[in-house]
């Protein structure tokens, strides 16, 4: 999808976390459009979309700008970006995800969860603290990666989908001392000669360049969404 679809809103429920972050649920009829590197743009500000709801009409997004009231009909709520093209997706997703590309990367990581053909997904977050959610250690051993690099998503966890965080200033039981390159490279290095993988990044434009020039490296397949800050 690559033109802007605007509809209606009205915002259901909003939900502080740590870092400044602000989860919205939004009932709109853009839900059954909305796919993972997409966001929408509420009063000129950008929302990366965390969620389809369930078995409703309502998106969740995680951003952080600030947030109307509860209840508020919003006029004017537009999808933005391109989606990411799943029909091109390997058996293997190595996804990469930094601060901006949160919501968009937990998103993709949903939607491949039930992907078919059946795709793999680890993922490598490089976050600042302090972290929106409370990391838990893996129960997942993956190769390349160091030992101490333990901690996890829970929601990742849950989906049964590895996961590592990576926060080069450091300070954060389990995580990585340094980018989720090095990481990456660990693993990729462990399994050099595969082909089988995706490289799927979603984040600033950094990362954007960075995650071109690991796949270039190892001759992978990648697609890449870059997410305006919040």
């Known amino acids: 999808m690559t033109e802007a679809i605007t509809a209606t809103a009205r915002l259901l429920a909003v939900q502080s976390y740590p870092g400044d972050r602000m989860l919205l649920r939004l009932d709109t009829a853009l839900a059954a459009a909305a796919e993972p590197g997409q966001m929408l743009r509420i009063d000129g500000a950008a929302w990366p979309i965390l969620?389809?709801?369930?078995?409703?009409?309502?998106?969740?997004?995680?951003?952080?700008?600030?947030?109307?009231?509860?209840?508020?009909?919003?006029?004017?709520?537009?999808?933005?970006?391109?989606?990411?093209?799943?029909?091109?997706?390997?058996?293997?997703?190595?996804?990469?995800?930094?601060?901006?590309?949160?919501?968009?990367?937990?998103?993709?990581?949903?939607?491949?969860?039930?992907?078919?053909?059946?795709?793999?997904p680890f993922a490598l977050f490089e976050l600042t603290p302090p972290l929106p959610f409370q990391a838990q250690?893996?129960?997942?051993?993956?190769?390349?990666?160091?030992?101490e690099a333990i901690a996890a998503l829970p929601l990742l966890e849950d989906w049964r989908i590895p996961s590592r965080?990576?926060?080069p200033t450091g300070g954060q039981p389990?995580?990585?001392?340094?980018?989720l390159v090095e990481?990456?490279?660990g693993?990729?290095?462990?399994l050099q000669g595969v082909a089988d993988i995706t490289v799927f990044a979603c984040g600033g434009a950094a990362l954007h360049s960075t995650a071109q020039t690991l796949a270039a490296a190892?001759?992978?397949?990648?697609?890449?969404?870059?997410i305006p800050p919040c």
Do not use: N
């Open 137 to 147: 250690p893996s129960r997942t051993m993956v190769p390349g990666i160091p030992a």
């Open 51 to 120: 969620q389809r709801v369930p078995g409703t009409q309502a998106l969740d997004c995680l951003g952080r700008s600030p947030a109307p009231p509860v209840g508020t009909q919003v006029p004017a709520v537009t999808l933005e970006g391109i989606a990411f093209d799943l029909t091109a997706a390997t058996p293997r997703a190595l996804l990469l995800v930094d601060d901006a590309g949160l919501a968009s990367g937990i998103f993709l990581a949903r939607v491949l969860r039930h992907h078919q053909p059946r795709v793999k």
């Open 183 to 185: 990481l990456a490279q």
């Open 187 to 190: 693993w990729l290095t462990v």
């Open 165 to 167: 965080i990576a926060c």
């Open 218 to 226: 190892y001759r992978l397949p990648c697609q890449t969404r870059t």
């Open 174 to 179: 389990g995580t990585f001392d340094g980018d």
